[in-house]
């Protein structure tokens, strides 16, 4: 299995916006790619606005090919209006 997990800083008052169109059109996206295990907005609980997107996948080869697709770039893009900073992409293997 793979994780990958990408950090946003999301300003407090875009919060309900983000989490929404996370909902509505990331998860449907990203459940549908090939070898998508799972995906979740995971929330701080320390009082700072730095969120992180999961995702995990069956093999490495899933993963990259969700991101080489285009898919994750454009998934990322729907987002640019509301985080602040750079989006910084890390992968795990378990």
């Not at 997107?53 to 729907?78: C, H, I, L, P, R």
């Amino acid at each position: 299995m793979v994780v990958r997990l990408t950090r946003l800083h999301i300003p407090a008052e875009k919060v309900k916006q983000a989490k929404k169109l996370y909902q509505k059109e990331l998860v449907p996206e990203v459940r549908n790619q090939k070898g998508n295990i799972n995906i979740m907005l995971l929330e701080p609980t320390d009082g700072t606005n730095d969120y992180i997107s999961f995702t995990a996948w069956e093999t490495d080869a899933d993963a990259e090919n969700y991101e080489t697709s285009g898919k994750y770039k454009q998934m990322v893009d729907k987002f640019k209006d509301m985080f602040t900073g750079k989006t910084v992409l890390k992968t795990y293997k378990s």
